[in-house]
C-alpha cells in the first residue's frame, strides 16, 4: 500500500510563502488520485485542494483558491503544495492523501484510503 510522509511545513510570518511536499514511500504515487487537508485544534478536518491522477485537472476551496497551487511529479512520487500569503488563519497540520478513486479529484474525506501524519503549519501575525 502507498505510504505518505508531509515535509516542508514551519513556522511563518502572516503574507509569507511555504511550499510542502507529501512523498510516497512505497512508489505507486502515479496510481492513486492526491489531496490536500488541514485541521486545527478544536476544529474538523478541512478539504483544501485535490488533483487528478496524471495532474490533468485540480480542484480548490474557496478558502484557499488563488493563494494555494497543488501539484504532482509522479516520476519522484511526490505531491506539493506551494502556500503563499498566508494568514494567521492557515495555521493547523496539514495532511496529504491518496485516492483509489483516481480519474476525479475528490474534496470528501472518506474516499481517501491512505493519509500521511501531518505537518504543522504556523502563520504568525
Known amino acids: 500500500q502507498v505510504q505518505l510522509v508531509e515535509s516542508g511545513g514551519g513556522l511563518v510570518q502572516a503574507g509569507g510563502s511555504l511550499r510542502l511536499s507529501c512523498a510516497d514511500t512505497?512508489?505507486?504515487?502515479?496510481?492513486?488520485?492526491m489531496g490536500w487537508f488541514r485541521q486545527a485544534p478544536g476544529k474538523e478536518r478541512e478539504f483544501l485542494s485535490a488533483?487528478?491522477?496524471?495532474?490533468?485537472?485540480?480542484y480548490y476551496a474557496d478558502s484557499v483558491k488563488g493563494r494555494f497551487t497543488i501539484s504532482r511529479d509522479n516520476a519522484k512520487n511526490t505531491l506539493y503544495l506551494q502556500m503563499n500569503s498566508l494568514k494567521p488563519e492557515d495555521t493547523a497540520v496539514y495532511y496529504c492523501?491518496?485516492?483509489?478513486?483516481?480519474?476525479?479529484?475528490?474534496?470528501?474525506?472518506?474516499?481517501?484510503?491512505?493519509w500521511g501524519q501531518g505537518t504543522q503549519v504556523t502563520v504568525s501575525s
Open positions: 492523501a491518496a485516492s483509489k478513486i483516481f480519474w476525479k479529484h475528490s474534496a470528501t474525506l472518506a474516499e481517501y484510503d491512505y
Open positions: 488533483i487528478t491522477w496524471i495532474g490533468s485537472s485540480a
Open positions: 512505497g512508489r505507486t504515487l502515479s496510481r492513486y488520485a
